[in-house]
């Protein structure tokens, strides 16, 4: 990118601290808490679990039973939560728009990869801007992600909180990361969601919804969600990855000459991910659309791709054990040319 990068969570995070003036003070007061208290005790990959965030919202609106906190706050705790973290490390991933289309539909692959890989994230939360990705039919600018803790429930999930161009919160996602794969993650998306939907619009004795167009209404918005999340979720896992192509954006300034956060553009650090096989995919498809123009050709075999698979393997043992996640590309068979090859571009 050659012009300067409007970011957009920046925007963000300015607008839901103008709203909110004392959340970040009191976010990092909760996290300095972090296991020095027997109430403050959650995993080490989660910055603040939600709840905080839920505590910050009623105190600014002068709340004091949480079953009094309207619905209409809830976009507000999920930015807080998701942004809370995020101010400390300012990172944006900028996907290469073929890479993107390729993770995209991903996630048949990467089915059977374990759900902790995604408690390998490099940060605690990020900000990814995506190309052409639309919630509901309203075109994003990114989302973030970010690991939660349920105090309550004792639930892991990897949160998403989706952005809109003009720097709003949209929608906010979960799932729930306790079970052994990604797909089985999955096919407990729609249990917890259906649970969580009828303790807020069914009946609170039976547990069962009290009109059966909210049953129906809920079953179709879930679905919609899962097929968001699944589209998501491969960019994320594409973070955790051993052997990501991503590089230091070299257009952006990052400042880290004060340790005192100011929310200023400086502080903004940004990462091209894919930037050598997503122009590489694409110089494939453009040479292999410029041959089918050709018909009549059969000098040799035209080269193909296939497509892209995970591996990951356990190394360590005891507290040092630890996750391996490779995604190897797609192949490139019968390439004569070795620059036609993507080269994989490790981030340190």
Same mark, same amino acid.
């Given at each position: 990118m050659k012009k300067k990068y409007d970011c957009v969570p920046l925007k963000l995070l300015r607008k839901i601290g103008a709203e909110y003036p004392k959340a970040w003070e009191q976010m990092d007061y909760v996290r300095s808490?972090? #296991?020095?208290?027997?109430?403050?005790? !959650?995993?080490? !990959?989660?910055?603040?679990?939600? %709840?905080?965030?839920?505590?910050?919202?009623?105190?600014?609106?002068?709340?004091?039973?949480?079953?009094?906190?309207?619905?209409?706050?809830?976009?507000?705790?999920?930015?807080?939560?998701?942004?809370?973290? !995020?101010?400390?490390?300012?990172?944006?991933? $900028?996907?290469?728009?073929?890479?993107?289309?390729?993770?995209?539909?991903? $996630?048949?692959? +990467? %089915?059977?990869?374990?759900?902790?890989?995604?408690?390998?994230?490099?940060?605690?939360?990020?900000?990814?801007?995506?190309? /052409? *990705?639309?919630?509901?039919?309203?075109? $994003?600018?990114?989302?973030? %992600? /970010?690991l939660e803790y349920d105090v309550n429930s004792h639930d892991s999930e990897l949160r998403f909180l989706t952005v809109s161009k003009d720097g709003n919160q949209y929608d906010g996602f979960s799932v729930h990361i306790d079970e052994p794969t990604?797909?089985?993650?999955?096919?407990?998306?729609?249990?917890? #969601? *259906?649970?969580?939907?009828?303790? *807020? $619009? #069914?009946?609170? +004795?039976?547990?069962?919804?009290?009109?059966?167009?909210?049953q129906k209404e809920t079953e179709v918005y879930l679905k919609d969600s899962e097929e968001i999340c699944r589209k998501l979720l491969p960019m994320v896992l594409y973070l955790c990855l051993d052997n990501s192509d991503i590089v230091y954006h070299p257009t952006v300034h990052h400042s880290t000459s004060s340790n005192v956060i100011?929310?200023?553009?400086?502080?903004?650090?940004? !990462?091209?991910?894919?930037?050598?096989?997503?122009?590489? *995919?694409?110089?494939?498809?453009?040479?292999?659309?410029?041959?089918?123009?050709?018909?009549?050709s059969h000098t040799s075999k035209r080269p193909h791709v296939r497509r892209a698979h995970y591996q990951h393997y356990w190394v360590g043992s005891g507290d040092s054990k630890h996750l391996i996640l490779k995604r190897i590309s797609e192949i490139f068979v019968n390439v004569n040319k070795e620059d036609d090859l993507p080269v994989t571009i490790h981030k340190t």
């Open positions: 808490l972090h #296991g020095k208290e027997t109430d403050m005790n !959650w995993p080490d !990959w989660c910055w603040v679990p939600m %709840s905080a965030a839920v505590t910050v919202v009623m105190a600014e609106h002068n709340i004091y039973d949480i079953g009094d906190l309207p619905n209409r706050y809830g976009h507000d705790i999920q930015a807080i939560s998701a942004l809370a973290p !995020w101010r400390h490390s300012k990172q944006v991933y $900028l996907f290469d728009e073929t890479l993107e289309d390729d993770m995209v539909d991903d $996630l048949d692959a +990467a %089915s059977q990869i374990p759900s902790d890989a995604l408690k390998m994230l490099p940060y605690f939360s990020v900000y990814i801007k995506v190309n /052409h *990705i639309s919630v509901f039919g309203y075109e $994003l600018d990114g989302f973030f %992600s /970010h990604i797909e089985l993650a999955f096919q407990r998306f729609m249990k917890i #969601g *259906i649970e969580r939907s009828r303790a *807020i $619009l #069914g009946d609170r +004795a039976t547990g069962v919804f009290s009109n059966p167009i909210f100011k929310d200023r553009y400086s502080e903004i650090q940004t !990462w091209n991910v894919g930037y050598r096989i997503g122009p590489a *995919i694409k110089r494939y498809y453009d040479d292999q659309a410029k041959r089918e123009g050709h018909p009549g």
